[in-house]
């Protein structure tokens, strides 16, 4: 396939996507990413998938420069990708290539729209989810959808298995469309077509608190949708604050703000049921023994139920 493509990306999401319009055959003139973070260690940035296949790699600061947008126009690409990339585009980006502008976003839109989707769905315990490639326009997540990937999600889902599941499917359905992209064979379908859209901005690890006036349902989707790798969900108690890394609903009972030892771990209690603590985690150290756990939490000052 005779087609070029300039791409920015990061992530899982964007390197495997990447891989998907290598796979379809496009020509990738060059590649705008971002350093590697040290967080991020447990996924190959696309950045070195670019370079093991000789694409040149810019790393700029700020993307919507003059000289950015230069060195793009004079490459002159026939697409330009975004593959989770962390910047908004300017539209005279948009406008260059003369087959499109293209993102890949991972949730099924309209619904998820904004940032940290994947997280997003499980805070709200979403039965499945999606990866969906649109038209790009200057406004976020915005224009009309060439294609959809449904990815169904298991109870016990957490943000990192659900990313893996998103890059997949963003791989796939990047691979399978370009070609009719490239071809014109595509035709677009409105986002206003398909049902109320619903709007998500940034989290923060302090938006990972897990109050004591949350039902179980909602503190176990908080705990997974932040599990790690990501910044953990947490309990502020009166002596500090500790980390959870992991938890599970328990159908024993623990009063609201109280916890009891467990075999498993300790039993925390929260509006209309509980968790068991899987894991612990305070002043950077893991914690998974159920008596040092609850040594802790004592230690911390949360009331024991008798």
Not at 3 to 24: H, K, W
Not at 129 to 158: C, F, N, S, Y
Not at 205 to 211: A, H
Request: proline share 10%.
């Amino acid at each position: 396939m005779d087609t070029t493509a300039v791409v920015c990306a990061y992530s899982l999401v964007g390197r495997e996507a990447l891989a998907g319009l290598l796979e379809a055959g496009v020509r990738v003139l060059g590649l705008f990413t971002y350093p590697h973070a040290p967080e991020d260690g447990w996924f190959e940035p696309p950045a070195d998938l670019a370079r093991r296949e000789g694409i040149p790699v810019w790393m700029e600061p700020r993307f919507n420069e003059d000289a950015v947008f230069e060195r793009i126009r004079g490459l002159r690409p026939d697409f330009l990708f975004s593959f989770y990339f962390r910047e908004m585009i300017q539209g005279r980006f948009l406008d260059l290539p003369p087959r499109g502008a293209y993102n890949l976003h991972g949730s099924l839109l309209p619904r998820y729209r904004g940032r940290a989707p994947v997280n997003w769905v499980l805070v709200k315990g979403e039965p499945e989810t999606g990866v969906t490639l649109h038209l790009m326009t200057p406004k976020p997540d915005d224009g009309d959808i060439v294609g959809q990937a449904r990815i169904p999600m298991e109870w016990d889902e957490t943000a990192l298995s659900l990313t893996r599941k998103v890059a997949a499917a963003g791989r796939g359905l990047v691979a399978a469309t370009v070609a009719d992209l490239a071809a014109g064979r595509v035709a677009g379908i409105s986002q206003k077509t398909l049902g109320p859209s619903s709007y998500f901005g940034g989290r923060k690890p302090e938006d990972g608190e897990l109050r004591f006036e949350l039902g179980a349902g909602e503190a176990f989707n908080l705990v997974r949708a932040v599990a790690d790798p990501w910044p953990n969900a947490f309990l502020r108690l009166p002596r500090g604050v500790v980390q959870v890394p992991w938890a599970l609903p328990s159908p024993e009972s623990c009063p609201p703000g109280h916890f009891r030892p467990g075999p498993l771990g300790p039993l925390v209690g929260f509006s209309d049921g509980s968790l068991v603590l899987h894991s612990l985690r305070h002043q950077g150290q893991r914690l998974e023994r159920p008596t040092e756990m609850a040594a802790l939490l004592r230690e911390l000052g949360l009331p024991e139920s008798p």
